[in-house]
């Protein structure tokens, strides 16, 4: 096992909240960003948690890994739909990767030998 993603989360709660007490006001501005993009009509809560984790791995986020793994796990979502929305993040690194290589071969060449 990599990790305990249970600890993850229940141990990301517990210190949140001393940054909730340091700092109230970003934390209830995220937690109103959270609400207003949950109450949205086009995409069901299963569909907005695959694409979460999805980008948790695009970002290397593994709080947000715990948080929206156990919230696609609480919205129905299966291991098949799961692992295809990991697929397209994996394209996307790869994608990006592919990108940045453009960019950085071409910086490359803007550089007098």
């Not at 709660?13 to 934390?27: I, L, Y």
Request: proline residues 1%; contains cysteine; charged residues 20%.
């Amino acid at each position: 096992m990599l990790n305990n993603w249970k600890d993850q989360l229940s141990n990301l709660r517990q210190s949140a909240k001393t940054f909730a007490q340091a700092n109230p006001a970003v934390v209830e501005a995220y937690q109103g960003l959270n609400k207003a993009q949950a109450s949205g009509s086009a995409l069901d809560a299963k569909t907005r948690e695959l694409i979460s984790l999805a980008v948790a791995v695009t970002t290397r986020c593994d709080g947000c890994i715990s948080s929206h793994a156990a919230a696609a796990r609480q919205a129905g979502a299966t291991e098949a739909e799961l692992s295809e929305a990991l697929g397209t993040a994996i394209a996307l690194n790869a994608g990006a990767a592919y990108v940045y290589s453009v960019r950085a071969m071409e910086a490359f060449g803007q550089f007098d030998k």
